[in-house]
């Protein structure tokens, strides 16, 4: 059998960092185990009922079942602008500053495709969603990293980029709440994001994934509710996590009308929209009763304080997140994020992410989803507990 060479550009892609971790925990379930897995980021939920029925509805009306428009239907378009409005008090042009996309990560993959030349530079939070960077490696772009510390909340610092970096930056990626340390933005910093941009000419992408789950009372905001900030950036926003509808692959990027041509664009040349019947469901998730929303984050928030709970009773000296469904947790010391990801993984049978696979600045922790039930994280709790790590522990 020929072996056809793969492509320089594929050949450059990362190294999918999360392969091992499922198979490690593959390994441990086999030898007969129990895993908690926290290591991964698959909602737990079904999709609401309501939202299914429509698709079942709209799945038997023939008109879906021809090839929908290149840029998808004008009322799913309609509906995306009317969220927004409703949910943010942010006004678009739903034909030329709304994109539908297949999922939020082809969105994410795209946009470098769309707005970098071979050698341009892209400002990558660290650590991050390891999807930007595939999407960077494809443009061969240059990624410069914008450390995450905690004790800036894990927000960028922007002056601490050189001169000469934010000049050469082309485009930056933000993502709050946060994928993996569970941190929100503010709104202040989003201002001084678009001054940032602005004045270096830096289109901002705000991944806004996990836009939805924002605890203890706080509604998290977008990106686009700053002044200017559609001169300067879009924001993507999936149904994956807002209404458990990872499956379906329905997102959509919202904002600059420029940066929406080109993913339109781009699109025009690789797809046909989404099936008419997810289109119709997705409108009516953005549309109706958003009751399944507040009950998913009352959960994870419940979910949290039973994980968060559960390690402060054990001596785990951790933050609680405040939005996201994940817990970014500080690695006590003569450990790294990978070796005490094993020892959780194969003494306690508790999956959870090393943060090294979010870039070198994950260094240090490991992040835990509140994708299982309160049960769970507390057993979690208490096999960790067993290890009796954390008795006069110093972090
Ligand atoms: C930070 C972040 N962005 C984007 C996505 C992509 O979600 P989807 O492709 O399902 O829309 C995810 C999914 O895990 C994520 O964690």
């Known amino acids: 059998m020929y072996h056809f060479p793969q492509s320089k550009v594929l050949q450059s892609l990362p190294t999918q960092f999360f392969a091992t971790l499922v198979s490690k925990v593959e390994r441990v379930k086999a030898?007969?185990?129990d895993v908690i897995n926290l290591g991964q980021g698959n909602p737990d939920q079904p999709t609401p009922p309501h939202i299914v029925r429509k698709l079942q509805?709209?799945?038997?009306n023939p008109e879906n079942h021809k090839y929908s428009p290149f840029r998808g239907y004008p009322y799913l378009k309609e509906a995306i602008a009317a969220f927004y409005s409703r949910e943010y008090g942010v006004h678009v042009d739903p034909e030329t500053e709304v994109a539908v996309l297949f999922g939020g990560k082809t969105g994410l993959v795209e946009i470098p495709q769309c707005l970098l030349n071979p050698g341009d530079t892209v400002l990558l939070p660290d650590p991050g969603y390891p999807d930007y960077w595939s999407g960077v490696a494809l443009a061969r772009a240059k990624m410069e990293m914008l450390p995450l510390f905690a004790e800036n909340g894990f927000l960028p610092d922007y002056n601490a980029v050189s001169e000469q970096t934010a000049e050469k930056a082309k485009c930056m990626f933000l993502n709050y709440p946060n994928n993996p340390t569970g941190a929100v933005a503010t709104k202040t910093f989003f201002d001084d994001t678009v001054a940032f941009a602005k004045k270096h000419k830096i289109c901002v992408v705000h991944d806004f994934a996990y836009?939805?789950?924002?605890?203890d009372g706080k509604k998290p905001v977008s990106f686009l509710q700053s002044e200017g900030a559609k001169d300067i950036g879009i924001e993507?926003?999936?149904l994956s996590k807002t209404y458990n509808m990872a499956g379906w692959r329905v997102?959509?990027?919202?904002?600059?009308p420029s940066v929406i041509e080109s993913i339109n664009l781009i699109q025009d040349h690789m797809y046909v929209s989404l099936f008419g019947?997810?289109?119709e469901a997705a409108a009516a998730a953005l549309l109706e009763s958003q009751d399944c929303v507040e009950?998913?984050?009352?959960?994870?928030?419940?979910?949290?304080?039973?994980?968060?709970?559960?390690?402060?009773?054990i001596g785990w000296d951790v933050d609680a997140p405040k939005g996201s469904f994940f817990a970014w947790l500080k690695v006590p010391n003569g450990y790294t994020s990978e070796s005490f990801a094993d020892l959780l993984l194969t003494r306690a049978h508790v999956a959870v992410a090393p943060g090294i696979g979010f870039g070198e600045h994950g260094e240090g922790f490991v992040r835990a989803g509140l994708l299982t039930s309160n049960q769970q994280l507390k057993e979690a709790a208490d096999r960790i507990k067993a290890l009796n790590l954390f008795a006069g522990t110093h972090f």
Do not use: P
């Open 211 to 215: 836009g939805a789950i924002g605890f």
């Open 31 to 33: 030898e007969g185990h």
């Open 236 to 238: 993507i926003y999936t």
């Open 277 to 279: 019947a997810i289109q």
């Open 57 to 60: 509805e709209a799945a038997l």
């Open 251 to 256: 997102a959509f990027a919202i904002g600059n």
């Open 295 to 313: 009950a998913l984050v009352r959960r994870y928030e419940s979910r949290r304080n039973a994980l968060i709970g559960g390690l402060h009773s």
